[in-house]
Every structure is written in C-alpha cells, then in structure tokens.
C-alpha cells in the first residue's frame, strides 16, 4: 500500500546505478556495495527505518489508516477500507523481535539486500487481524486527529520560538513513537517522544490509549513486554 509513496529508497550507496536499456549490468547488484557501505547504513538509522516504513499487511490498500511502531519489531495499524473496521497486529519473526539487531548481523555478514522492501521478506512478520465496531474507530480516529491538531500548534509554536530566539532542544532518554497517517488523500509521518519528566502530550496520550486498546484486543502489550497473568 505504501510502496505507491516511495519508487526507490535510496540510502548511502545502497541501490545499483540503473543500467542503460538493453544493456545487462557488468557484475551483480551486492558486489558493488561494501561492507563498509552496509555497516554504516545501518549504524546511521536510515536503512532501518526505511524498512519499518515498508511493513504493511498485504491485504491493506486504499483507505484509511493510522499505524504506530511502538519498537523495532512490533506495529498495530488502524484500518478501514470504505466497509469493514479493523485492527492490526505485526510482530517480527526475528530472534527477540529485534528488527535492528537482525539486520545488524546481516549487515556483518555484508549480505544486506540494497532495497529495503527486499529486507521486509527477510523479517517474516507475522500479521493478526481482528474486527472492530464501527464506533470504535470513529472514536480512537476522532480522538487521533483531535490530538494530531494540538501537535500542529506545538509545532508552530516551537519553530516560532527557535526562529526568534536561535534555541533549539535536544531531547535525552526519551522513548520515541513513529506514527504514520494516510487516507487516500493526505499521507504524513510523525516521530513523538514521550520525555521522561513525565510530561505528555496529546499525542503521546493518544498512543498509550491506543496502546491499551491494542493490548486487550490482541491479549498482548504492543510494545513486546510480557503479560501480567490476570488475577
């Protein structure tokens, strides 16, 4: 479904130039990336999140979706397609969920493939889909667009400041949340810290309320930590 969004990733050296027509390339496409090449792909954090981007149910297509990678493993999607509600769960099928770590290794092996949507196949994710109310997603959509708004005067409101003062923060020890949004018409990505001072905002609320739901549709917590055993 996204994939109509990006033609070719691009990342470090990591795609083969294209060949001139009726012309085949002089040696194969892995041979001319280095290890080197791949290492640093990785270590930078591009190529990781280029393959995140790229992991999507095979069954979605046009509609209207709101995805949260809560870790380098693990994505819930909410999704509709013009006449059924549902709720998504994809969980990597590497050693420990640990999508960064995988490719890590594969990268010191200096295999790693020069198109991302090629690495998704080597994850393996494992999808679980579950039906919702059509009043539930109305609800958890209303609420992210509600508080996707507030994040839109944040914004404005810091750059504000930055522009006339020259000061810029730089968070520390702050978990990150990417959460992506398209509805055929408008496509965006956000990446939002939830800071450790306990501070929150709107959106960060959202994703832990979203995260809640997520963990009592699915019987398990989005973010890959164990179940508490109900009492």
Request: charged content about 20%; glycine content about 6%; proline content about 5%.
């Amino acid at each position: 479904m996204k994939n109509r969004w990006y033609v070719w990733v691009m990342l470090l050296g990591l795609v083969t130039p294209l060949c001139s027509q009726g012309k085949q390339p002089q040696e194969p496409a892995k041979s001319r990336v280095s290890c080197e090449e791949q290492a640093n792909a990785i270590a930078s954090g591009t190529y990781i999140y280029a393959v995140m981007d790229r992991i999507w149910p095979a069954d979605l297509r046009i509609g209207i979706s709101v995805a949260v990678q809560f870790n380098f493993g693990r994505k819930v999607i909410l999704y509709y397609d013009g006449e059924k509600y549902d709720l998504w769960l994809g969980i990597a099928g590497v050693p420990n969920e640990n999508v960064w770590n995988f490719m890590g290794d594969i990268a010191d092996s200096c295999k790693l493939p020069p198109d991302p949507a090629e690495a998704v196949k080597l994850l393996k994710v494992h999808w679980e889909e579950r039906h919702l109310q059509q009043a539930q997603f109305e609800q958890l959509h209303r609420d992210f667009l509600t508080a996707f708004t507030q994040y839109s005067s944040t914004v404005k409101e810091r750059s504000a400041y930055s522009m006339a003062t020259g000061l810029f923060a730089v968070p520390l020890d702050a978990t990150g949340y990417t959460i992506v949004y398209d509805n055929s018409w408008e496509h965006f990505k956000i990446e939002e810290l939830s800071l450790t001072n306990g501070q929150k905002t709107p959106l960060v609320n959202w994703v832990q309320e979203f995260r809640s739901f997520a963990e009592q549709t699915f019987h398990t917590d989005p973010e890959g930590k164990p179940e508490q055993a109900s009492k």
